[in-house]
């Protein structure tokens, strides 16, 4: 293999790995997408961020994703996470995220292969006090990825914590 700097290799992309079947329906999700988004909740002010989502495969039977925020001002970085996602043999989804704030998610949920949508819930989540409940709805439709996410903690009832509309890149 030639190459001619250190640390060069063969991206995933050059190799073209074949998609593994099990997450063939999940392939819309696939590449780089970016976009704004907005967020708040009752105890902290609302905030408005960019983001970027990164979705990838190496021919095994899960997405590998990244995501990363900044403040849309100053392009300070906010939060991160990354994750997997699979598809179940009985059409459900499990989204495994770790968050950089330490928090970690086991979400399960629903797949709609024709509508491209997807609806998660927390099953488990570790290393947190503060929050009881996650649930994340994701929409694919035209090169565009919308979601929302809705928090509960134990002070607060599940509402609103995050939208945001990214397109792919």
Do not use: C
């Not at 819309?28 to 408005?48: A, K, Q, V, Y």
């Not at 002070?155 to 792919?168: D, G, P």
């Amino acid at each position: 293999m030639e190459g001619s700097g250190e640390g060069e290799g063969v991206s995933v992309r050059e190799m073209e790995l074949p998609l593994h079947p099990a997450i063939a329906p999940l392939e819309s999700l696939l590449g780089r997408w970016r976009g704004e988004g907005e967020g708040g909740f009752p105890t902290i002010n609302s905030f408005r961020y960019g983001e970027e989502l990164f979705f990838s495969h190496s021919g095994k039977p899960v997405i590998a994703y990244t995501q990363k925020t900044w403040k849309l001002e100053s392009g300070e970085p906010m939060h991160a996470e990354t994750g997997y996602w699979r598809l179940k043999s009985d059409g459900s989804i499990e989204v495994v995220i770790a968050q950089s704030t330490g928090l970690v998610e086991l979400q399960k949920g629903s797949f709609d292969a024709e509508n491209r949508t997807m609806e998660l819930k927390s099953e488990l989540i570790g290393n947190v006090s503060k929050v009881k409940e996650i649930r994340r709805a994701f929409r694919v439709s035209d090169r565009e990825l919308s979601y929302t996410v809705q928090m509960a903690t134990h002070t607060t009832n599940l509402q609103s914590h995050l939208k945001a509309v990214l397109r792919q890149i």
